[in-house]
């Protein structure tokens, strides 16, 4: 590793474990693991049943994970995506393959702590074959100013049997700009749920449109949004699932909190186009609960402090 790279490396590494990161995870060989600083991987593993292949593109990088078939992955892969620079635009393509009967966790840590104006395009294509499962667990950390963009999208395919789940959370720093496109297709006995938890203050803006097509018989979704918004902070959701197989099940269950000027819009939508498919939908948007807020400031806490525990639980 040159000079460069490594001082790259180091620096991001300290807000990878800022943000709740385990570092030893990016160096032990026991891990599959990868860290990239805009359009540079700083380093990357791969193990037995994990292989990380990557190239280089223009304002970023495309990476290719695949998870060997019948291969249990006993630690959690770890990604650690990052810029360090006050501006630029990082763009990283993935794609993610769990061959038949393969079962793996990813932890990943998307970092931009001195953002003016940053850009960062995720853009994932998931498959999960035949009775796999994959857990991708996604945590921000963002700066104070609110300079960043993000716009992830992924579009999923789970075969028969298999499962996919995901969460994006974003409870420290400003949200800034987001654009969450979230898709997934469930065949026969698959199962997928999306859970999205964001804290927003200020000028912030969230849209996040997520969809579970219920395409195979006995397939099952659940999309869950947790938003808490202050200041003049904005949300717009969309949550959407749609019952096309046999006995398919699926479920919208979104809430937020507004506090000062905040704005939220919710829209749970739910189709079904199978007479025995079961789409549900519930949405509730409101402000903090006086009663928690009183009790809390009478055991002590200022309204502030009060008011980020209430926030804290909805997020947790």
């Given amino acids: 590793m040159d000079e460069i790279i490594k001082k790259e490396y180091e620096s991001l590494v300290k807000y990878y474990e800022a943000s709740g990161g385990n570092s030893h995870a990016l160096i032990s060989k026991e891990y599959a693991s990868m860290v990239i600083n805009g359009d540079k991987v700083l380093a990357k593993n791969s193990t037995e049943g994990i292989i990380i292949e990557t190239e280089r593109i ?16 006993k630690n959690p892969v770890h990604l650690c995506f990052g810029m360090l ?7 990283i393509k993935s794609e ?7 079962a793996v966790r990813f932890i990943a840590h998307c970092i931009f702590p001195n953002a003016l104006r940053i850009e960062h395009i995720m853009d994932s294509r998931i498959i999960v074959e035949r009775n796999a499962k994959i857990e991708y667990e ?9 300079g960043v963009k993000v716009i992830p999208k992924t579009v999923a395919r789970v075969k028969e049997g298999g499962e996919y789940n995901s969460s994006f959370l974003l409870k420290s720093g400003r949200a800034g700009y987001i654009d969450i496109d979230y898709e997934v297709h469930l065949e026969k006995n698959a199962k997928s749920m999306l859970i999205t938890k964001i804290y927003a203050r ?10 579970i097509i219920l395409e195979g018989a006995h397939s099952s979704g659940v999309i869950k949004t947790r938003m808490a918004l202050r200041n003049r902070a904005k949300s717009f959701v969309i ?9 398919s099940k699926g479920h919208v269950d979104c809430t937020e909190i507004i506090m000062d000027d905040a704005q939220a819009e919710a829209s749970p939508i739910v189709i079904g186009k199978n007479p025995k498919a079961k789409v549900t939908h519930e949405a509730a948007i409101g402000s ?4 928690q807020l009183i009790t809390l400031m009478t055991r002590g806490l200022t309204e502030e402090e009060a008011i980020d525990v209430i926030v804290s639980g909805l997020l947790k």
Avoid: C, M
């Fill in 202 to 211: 200020e000028d912030d803006e969230i849209h996040t449109n997520e969809s």
């Fill in 239 to 247: 949550g959407k699932t749609v019952g096309l197989g046999e006995y």
């Fill in 288 to 291: 903090v609960d006086k009663k």
């Fill in 96 to 102: 993610i393959v769990a061959e038949e009967d393969s």
């Fill in 58 to 73: 223009e304002n970023g990088v495309y990476a290719r994970i695949t998870v060997k078939r019948g291969y249990k992955a």
């Fill in 85 to 91: 620079p006050r501006e630029g635009k990082q763009i």
């Fill in 138 to 146: 996604e945590t921000h950390f963002h700066g104070k100013s609110g």
